[in-house]
């Protein structure tokens, strides 16, 4: 094993994210940490031996990650003084051409103006440029990058034992670090996994194991900038990488849904705002998009919910469901996204069907553009973790990984048949419960209201339509049971399509 340890001795670390220039990178990018050790070797002419260390580094597997979460800090436009202002000349005029424009000219008028053109040079008469400073606060100032399998040779280890020495900081300049190698690095939290759709997280690396030549573009590029005379953007690889599950103690013995607690969170990123009556609207309008834009044609049945021959699947397939906000004192019950939902027994061989969907050849999320008729045209997004709405975290939905026994519903549960006896509609949301692996629930409560601020009471939501015709009657719910239960919980008919959504109570 092989292992860098970063510590961020401000608490904070600032770095600006290559695809947006209004939010910060976390956890920090292998690359940008590569070219950190790259600028050190290069800006104290370091030897031959570091230089090796290098090269022996960029031909290793991406490493996996060991970082905790970390609150963003509001970005706010600041504008600074250029620091390149001079007095202005027209490029093209010769001394002699600018002599006799000036002769055309009043003395007062040629006074005047070589005062301006003076003034200009002072930082306070200077032209503004916007900038941000995006930063976060890590809750632990500590990461670390893992090379498992890696084996690092006594002269390596002494060189890059050197040039960890020189590095002072990642990212900005004032983002200070401490690095060292470390020997026993605590477990990862972000693995790489380009074929699952739980990697929902791009990072640029500098070695896709085995390729070399990452520190000779490094310099080809900085001698094309000192031809040019200005910054370019260095071009990188990028790989998806996955969250590991935190370890709780009993968490894996937790009743699970047959739905994967790892959420696919879209958020919006464009279009007009919508309530969360239509959700049926949204819901199928990214089923069509998904479909449409899957690499296999016609899409797998745990995508489409239909078997080869057209009839309805029997399988858990992909849920489509709204992500409102809910629940606290201001909530209007308007939608900030949606989710994706995959079942829990899809091979990620199978998911890497679905993968262009979300994401472009460079491995970043793609714009979806979700067409609704009459409502509105959105534009989607998958979220990597850095919008901090509670109703965009998957933990909102899921209550992973300790569980939760009370549950109530955001959009109403959508009946498999009207329920005509006393004590059927309870009996039909238990066995609901049932059909998607949870025990069954100790109490069932039936309510025409929502138990969450911002919901809408359950007849502002369309009915669904049977595809015999009629339509099918819904009502929200609070259920609860005798021990935690890990979800999501969707439940009833439309489960696939929004309806039967339960949080945490």
């Known amino acids: 094993m092989f292992a860098l340890g970063i510590r961020y001795l401000n608490g904070w670390a600032m770095a600006t994210h290559p695809t947006d220039r209004t939010r910060a990178e976390w956890p920090p990018h292998p690359d940008r940490v590569f070219m950190a050790l790259a600028a050190a070797h290069f800006e104290t002419d370091g030897d031959k031996n570091e230089r090796a260390a290098l090269e022996w580094l960029e031909r290793l597997a991406p490493p996996e990650l060991a970082a905790s979460k970390a ?9 600074v003084p250029v620091n390149d202002t001079k007095i202005s000349r027209p490029a093209n005029d010769s001394a002699s051409k600018l002599k006799k424009r000036l002769s055309k000219l009043n003395a007062v008028d040629s006074l ?33 990058l893992i090379w498992p399998q890696a084996t690092c040779s006594e002269n390596h280890r002494a060189a890059l034992t050197s040039l960890c020495e020189k590095v002072t900081s990642i990212g900005d300049p004032s983002s200070l670090v401490q690095v060292w190698i470390e020997s026993e690095p605590p477990e990862s939290t972000w693995v790489p996994g380009h074929d699952s759709l739980r990697s929902t997280l791009s990072l640029r690396v500098f070695g896709r194991g085995g390729e070399s030549g990452r520190l000779a573009r490094l310099e080809s590029h900085h001698r094309l900038e000192q031809q040019l005379g200005r ?8 790989i998806r990488y996955r969250s590991v599950e935190p ?32 959700t049926l609207q949204l819901t199928e309008a990214l089923r069509n998009t998904v479909m449409t834009q ?84 959105w534009k989607m997004q998958l979220d990597e973790g850095e919008d901090s709405r509670l109703a965009l975290q998957p933990e909102t939905w899921t209550k992973s990984p300790g569980g939760a ?3 109530a519903t955001v959009t109403p549960i959508v009946f498999d048949q009207h329920p005509k006896k006393p004590g059927e509609a309870e009996e039909t949301l238990a066995a609901a419960c049932e059909r998607i692996g949870l025990p069954r629930p100790k109490d069932v409560i039936l309510t025409s209201v929502s138990m969450f601020i911002g919901t809408p009471h359950a007849r502002r939501f369309p009915l669904m339509p049977r595809k015999t015709g009629g339509h099918r009657q819904h009502t929200h719910a609070i259920l609860t049971f005798d021990q935690p239960i890990v979800g999501p919980v969707l439940l009833g008919a439309g489960r696939f399509r929004g309806y039967g959504l339960c949080r945490p109570l």
């Open 71 to 79: 609150e963003k800090r509001r970005v706010i436009p600041v504008y």
């Open 112 to 144: 005047k103006g070589a005062k301006n053109a003076g003034l200009a040079v002072l930082p306070e008469f200077r032209s503004r440029q916007q900038v941000t400073f995006p930063m976060v606060i890590p809750h632990d100032p500590y990461v670390y």
């Open 231 to 238: 910054r370019q953007r260095i071009p990188c690889d990028s």
């Open 247 to 278: 370890l709780n103690a009993g968490s894996d013995k937790l009743p699970h849904s047959s739905f994967d607690s790892a959420l696919l969170i879209l958020r919006r990123v464009a279009g007009p705002r919508l309530g969360l009556e239509s």
């Open 294 to 377: 899957c690499s296999i044609q016609p899409p797998s049945e745990w995508i489409s919910g239909h078997t080869a021959d057209g009839a309805p699947s029997q399988r858990p397939h992909l849920a489509f469901i709204p992500l409102p906000d809910v629940k606290h004192m201001y909530a209007k019950g308007h939608l900030l996204g949606a989710a994706l939902v995959v079942p829990r027994d899809i091979p990620a061989e199978e998911q890497q069907h679905m993968g262009g969907v979300l994401f472009d050849d460079e491995g970043l999320p793609r714009e979806l553009e979700i067409r609704m008729g009459r409502i509105g045209v």
């Open 405 to 407: 026994k009370r549950w």
